[in-house]
């Protein structure tokens, strides 16, 4: 298939296979690394990039079969947000959200709301959301209020990291009602008094939207309650956190691919050979070729390690939806194979991104090459879980058998 397969529209004309839709997946990437390194420089978001997504069913891979999708992976998943972040790493990162609902569908098919807006999917609909404030004493504590208003609700407050929300059709919110119990709410992104900005200042994922909203008034009727789906099995909860944890990682292999294929195309079409160099070529010299190579091991090992993690999720999946005796066990394997790889991932992406200025001497740093786009990606997303604190969880676990962070499911 070719990008011109893939014209820009709101809606998916028919469902498409599982394998048609991964077959496609070459041609959008390519499409998406066009110009990403200037659109990054620029701070242009690619709403234009997402239409073209929408029609590809790459938003609707993990949608079941028996919902009318295509019963893709969560192993396909998370290449096609490897393969993504490969091209543009802030468009792999805004779809964080919606395949995090994607997930939930996968885990509840029967519930009312999946078939409510499986469907949606299917039609190219995206969905993202915000729960996160700032200004609040701890993370996680939520001001944001929902207040009965005769036969309806008014939401108002301000939320912060809306990652992919200003991409979105659907926006979920999390307050707390009149009683002080925290609940959600899932509208329509245009809904009147729902403003998302492009305001995020980060160093890094600058195209991922992670700015704020501002919830001034918002009608909400009663059918749009409760639909966050924070109650629910404690097993898909728990599951759910470590596959949001992945997405991240997900995107940071992307970005060390992208590392890999820079300094490759860098050494061979630009950059010259140093002048202390025994080589005339800089695709000779020793050094360069030692980078290059520690480049592409490094991404083989991240690769290695998502899909190993991906593939636990996977088996997790399916315990919970089967409802296993051994569900506990499946669903602990993969949060612990999750959290090892957090540790280490962040580690060994910093060191690639800076290894790719080994490649060449000043010339690398030219800020037309945006080069260093990569090291302030990466060290931005591992801000979100910090893998000094994934490591003594871990060795928490593995020393005394404290598993509270893995029960309750919790998104550092």
């Known amino acids: 298939m070719t990008v011109s397969d893939f014209e820009p529209r709101r809606a998916v004309s028919q469902p498409r296979s599982r394998d048609e839709i991964?077959?496609?997946?070459?041609?959008?990437?390519?499409?998406?690394?066009?110009?990403?390194?200037?659109?990054?420089?620029?701070?242009?978001?690619?709403?234009?990039?997402f239409d073209l997504l929408r029609a590809s069913g790459l938003t609707a891979l993990r949608i079941p079969q028996n919902l009318g999708g295509p019963g893709g992976s969560l192993s396909d998943q998370v290449e096609v947000t490897c393969a993504l972040a490969a091209a543009d790493s802030g468009i792999a990162h805004a779809l964080r959200g919606h395949f995090g609902f994607l997930e939930a569908i996968a885990l509840e098919p029967e519930s009312e709301t999946s078939r409510r807006f499986a469907p949606e999917v299917l039609a190219g609909k995206?969905?993202?959301g915000a729960h996160?404030?700032?200004?609040?004493?701890?993370?996680?504590m939520i001001r944001t209020t929902l207040r009965k208003d005769a036969d309806h609700y008014r939401l108002t407050g301000q939320k912060y990291y809306a990652t992919g929300a200003i991409y979105a059709d659907y926006t979920s919110f999390s307050a707390v009602d009149e009683d002080g119990n925290p609940t959600g709410v899932m509208v329509p992104a245009n809904r009147d008094g729902v403003s998302i900005l492009d305001d995020w200042d980060g160093m890094g994922q600058r195209l991922?939207?992670?700015?704020?909203?501002h919830l001034e008034n918002v009608r909400i009727e009663p059918h749009e309650l409760n639909l966050l789906r924070t109650g629910g099995s404690p097993y898909a909860r728990r599951h759910n956190a470590a596959r949001a944890q992945l997405h991240l990682m997900a995107v940071v292999a992307g970005i060390v691919r992208n590392v890999l294929s820079d300094a490759v195309h860098y050494v061979q079409d630009q950059a010259r050979s140093a002048k202390h160099s025994a080589s005339e070529t800089a695709r000779g010299d020793h050094f360069v070729q030692l980078a290059v190579g520690e480049i592409a091991a490094t991404s083989h090992t991240i690769d290695t390690l998502i899909a190993e993690t991906a593939r636990k999720l996977?088996?997790?999946?399916?315990?919970?939806l089967a409802g296993a005796p051994d569900v506990d066990d499946l669903v602990l394997a993969a949060q612990l194979a999750n959290s090892?790889?957090?540790?280490?991932?962040?580690?060994?992406?910093l060191q690639a991104a800076q290894q790719l200025f080994d490649t060449g001497g000043g010339s690398a740093t030219s800020r037309k090459r945006n080069f260093d786009r990569h090291w302030?990606?990466?060290?931005?997303l591992c801000n979100h879980n910090p893998a000094?604190?994934?490591?003594?969880v871990l060795g928490d676990f593995y020393l005394n058998g404290t598993r509270a962070d893995f029960d309750e499911g919790r998104v550092f």
């Open 132 to 140: 996160m404030e700032v200004g609040t004493p701890r993370p996680n």
């Open 388 to 392: 000094a604190l994934r490591g003594r």
């Open 126 to 128: 995206l969905f993202g």
């Open 376 to 380: 302030r990606n990466i060290r931005t």
């Open 208 to 213: 991922s939207a992670s700015g704020s909203v």
């Open 314 to 320: 996977d088996a997790s999946a399916a315990a919970i």
């Open 340 to 349: 090892k790889g957090q540790v280490l991932i962040g580690k060994l992406a």
């Open 22 to 49: 991964l077959s496609g997946l070459p041609a959008i990437t390519e499409k998406i690394a066009e110009g990403a390194a200037e659109r990054e420089l620029a701070g242009r978001l690619p709403h234009e990039l």
